[in-house]
């Protein structure tokens, strides 16, 4: 009987080397949660928000790598890079968009659009008008949370966003790019056609 319990347990000892040798690249982890915390991930589970608790754990990761959250000082300190961000409420911009005369609104967005020229370009490397950066900037504008941007041929269309004054936004898009536009729509989905490239 000792025999075999040798037998078994170099059996269980082969097939937990060849599953651990299977992929080199996935490792196990084991992590201790305070009873809250799993009481929490358990009921976003039981509720349908989360699938299981490995979506969640990489769901975590995409967020705190996609938000930069290694640069904050939490709480209450957030950047992107060298860009210090804060949630705010779409009705305190709206306050503040109504509060603007309406023939800077398209000048104040250029302003924005600039600056966040600036930001993208010092904090991840992009350059705004080249082209084969879109797919990145229009990436980033969504992580931030502008919305969904999306080129077609010569046109830009915005789903969800987040400042719905389409001025403010057709200004933000040419000190972005650098490109001239011609506003479509003035209600989401905001369409916009790019006309030509803007000249120093």
């Not at 976003?44 to 904050?72: A, H, N, T």
């Not at 001239?180 to 989905?189: E, I, Q, R, W, Y």
Request: some cysteine.
């Amino acid at each position: 009987m000792c025999e075999d319990i040798v037998v078994m347990q170099a059996d269980k000892n082969k097939r937990l080397e060849e599953m651990v040798n299977k992929d080199e690249k996935a490792k196990r982890t084991t992590i201790i949660l305070e009873k809250s915390e799993r009481e929490f991930i358990d009921s976003l589970i039981k509720e349908g928000k989360e699938p299981g608790i490995k979506p969640l754990i990489s769901k975590m990761l995409d967020v705190y790598r996609s938000m930069m959250i290694y640069d904050w000082r939490f709480p209450g300190e957030y950047y992107c890079g060298i860009s210090r961000i804060a949630f705010v409420n779409v009705e305190l911009l709206e306050i503040l968009i109504q509060q603007m005369p309406k023939e800077k609104w398209r000048e104040n967005g250029r302003l924005m659009g600039e600056a966040l020229k600036v930001s993208m370009e010092t904090t991840l490397g992009l350059q705004t008008a080249n082209q084969d950066s879109w797919a990145s900037v229009f990436n980033r504008l969504r992580v931030q949370g502008f919305g969904d941007i999306y080129i077609k041929d010569k046109y830009l269309l915005i789903k969800t966003p987040f400042i719905s004054n389409a001025e403010i936004w057709t200004g933000l898009l040419e000190g972005l790019f650098d490109f001239k536009l011609d506003l479509k729509t003035t209600v989401p989905p905001l369409v916009f056609e790019i006309k030509t490239k803007q000249t120093v």
